[in-house]
């Protein structure tokens, strides 16, 4: 059966287990059935070492709540960076073994990036095709390796947003590209996570079919990230979300109905017996209407699905 939850906003979390009790004392009043922990938000690795206390506060905190719980790496978690490779690994393997901690279920990945965001003022091409297929091939490799490693966690790959003037920056912004990577790894554990809000932008970017898209995408899908955006793709300058707002853009993480993405529509692309989770990925600023936003999931999951 579905679980629908939402995000502890890793800006709100700046660190502070004190912030993590709060927001998750609010969440426990909301109906909340799911929680998305990040791992950096808590910084609960450091220079690839778990912080042990942390993960063992963070630990307390969700246990007597009954939460299905997901985690989400680190945002810096980059398995095609070439200067730091091994230190990347071991923050990945420190990131599943938090999760494995802290009684979560599956772990969100940002797939690599040919060119990564903190880099696009300085690189704006990409490596040669054969250079990208080399990179692409490693993360297949140490993906599987680690998911065989920790076989009761599900990995799952985020497909990613455009950016305009350097995209494409990373495989996944098509979601074609990023099913590819998951049946190559071919691991029963590892899938993908389906991000609404960073589809709706890929599809007006290149053009796609979103729902055929989500279609494609479906039997590998195996956690949701569910916010909302007016489909406009920014330049990676553009980082200031209330100049962004007024003119539609940027990857927004609203609550949905705020946007344009018609959910239950794109939820009806999935299977009626999906059982993973449906979070409600916001912003911190949007904390105040996170039982709102998890009430719209519910209701489009119900409305593309009744009965389930």
């Not at 099913?179 to 932008?201: A, K, M, S, W, Y």
């Not at 007006?204 to 729902?211: A, G, I, S």
Request: aromatic residues 6%.
């Amino acid at each position: 059966m579905v679980a629908v939850g939402t995000n502890l906003s890793d800006a709100r979390l700046d660190g502070h287990l004190s912030a993590m009790a709060s927001d998750l004392g609010h969440l426990a009043t909301w109906g909340i059935q799911a929680v998305e922990v990040p791992v950096h938000g808590l910084d609960a690795i450091q220079n690839g070492v778990l912080d042990e206390e942390k993960t063992r506060q963070a630990t307390r905190l969700l246990e007597p709540l009954g939460l299905r719980i997901s985690v989400h790496s680190p945002n810096s978690l980059d398995l095609m960076d070439q200067d730091a490779f091994e230190l990347q690994v071991e923050v990945l393997r420190v990131s599943l073994e938090f999760t494995q901690r802290i009684g979560a279920e599956i772990i969100v990945v940002h797939p690599g990036r040919w060119i990564n965001e903190d880099a696009f003022l300085w690189q704006r091409c990409r490596p040669d095709e054969v250079a990208c297929r080399t990179l692409q091939e490693r993360e297949e490799q140490v993906i599987r390796e680690l998911a065989q490693k920790y076989p009761d966690i599900r990995i799952g790959l985020e497909n990613a947003r455009p950016y305009k003037g350097v995209s494409p920056y990373c495989y996944s912004e098509k979601p074609a590209e990023l099913v590819r990577q998951v049946e190559r790894i071919d691991c029963p554990n590892v899938g993908i996570t389906l991000d609404f809000g960073h589809l709706n932008l890929s599809a007006r970017y290149f053009e796609l079919d979103p729902m055929e898209e989500i279609r494609r995408m479906a039997p590998h899908v195996v956690h949701c990230h569910v916010h909302d955006n007016a489909g406009r793709s920014v330049y990676p300058t553009e980082k200031i979300q209330t100049h962004q707002l007024p003119l539609g853009k940027g990857d927004s993480h609203m609550p949905p109905g705020l946007g344009t993405i018609p959910f239950s529509d794109w939820m009806a692309c999935l299977p009626g017996d999906y059982s993973g989770l449906m979070i409600a990925e916001l912003r911190g600023r949007y904390f105040q209407q996170t039982q709102e936003a998890v009430d719209s999931v519910r209701r489009a999951w119900e409305l593309a699905h009744p009965g389930k």
